[in-house]
């Protein structure tokens, strides 16, 4: 069984740049849900999608928008960078029903972004 | 809004000792509490999850309770271990009536087990 999956782990952009995270779900999970976690704080909740649809967020701005495939797996984007989006992004997938399933999440490696 | 507290926020003990994290939340109306273990620079490896209906999990030497009307969960280590050095995180999904809330992290509880 493939855990979940991100990439690129680690990158570097400037103010104004747009960037596009990648993660894979675990076999079997269709709900993926992304969070971004800044340097010594929990992580915090952006959004989640099931069957290709957002269907929920928490407090972050439309320019973090994001994707989910036929076969689960998800995009994060993110415009017009600022230098307070450093962190750590994590996906995490869970199996159907997700959360409002009492379903478990499992997390991936994340991806390390530092904006200069 | 869903608020969730760690205590204490940094923890040093002697290999061998038990130990306990602490977690709680303002919010009762939960779907589920996690506990999450994050070590250095890396993504979260879930350790237990317990469901509102359910007042504890076990696994190996770690065991956790939850007690929903008073807002509280507890992470219990047995036998620490120099391996067990990490950052834990108490996480917990809170029903929204509609639409998905996402999970509400703690900011952590830093754990060393000195050799």
């Known amino acids: 069984e493939t855990g979940v999956t991100q990439s690129p782990t680690h990158l570097i952009k400037t103010r104004g740049q747009q960037v596009t995270l990648r993660c894979s779900s675990q076999s079997g999970h269709n709900t993926v849900s992304w969070y971004q976690q800044a340097l010594g704080q929990g992580p915090q909740f952006i959004f989640q999608?099931?069957?290709?649809?957002?269907?929920g967020r928490g407090n972050f701005p439309p320019r973090f928008s994001g994707l989910q495939f036929p076969n689960y797996s998800s995009e994060l984007n993110v415009n017009a960078l600022e230098l307070d989006d450093s962190a750590l992004y994590l996906c995490?997938?869970?199996?159907?029903?997700?959360?409002?399933?009492?379903?478990?999440?499992?997390f991936g490696e994340g991806s390390r972004l530092t904006v200069l | 809004k869903q608020e969730v507290t760690q205590i204490p926020a940094a923890l040093s003990v002697p290999e061998g000792e038990n130990l306990v994290l602490n977690c709680s939340f303002t919010d009762s109306a939960i779907y589920n509490l996690q506990w999450f273990r994050q070590d250095p620079g890396k993504g979260l490896t879930s350790l237990l999850l317990?469901?509102?209906?359910?007042r504890e999990q076990t696994s190996g030497r770690l065991n956790a309770s939850l007690d929903k009307s008073s807002g509280r969960s507890t992470l219990y280590i047995a036998a620490s271990q120099p391996g067990d050095s990490a950052t834990y995180l108490c996480a917990v999904s809170k029903y929204s009536g509609g639409g998905a809330d996402g999970l509400t992290f703690g900011k952590g509880t830093h754990l060393i087990i000195q050799p």
């Open positions: 999608y099931y069957r290709e649809e957002e269907n």
């Open positions: 995490a997938s869970s199996p159907q029903g997700g959360l409002r399933g009492g379903g478990e999440l499992f």
């Open positions: 317990i469901q509102s209906s359910q």
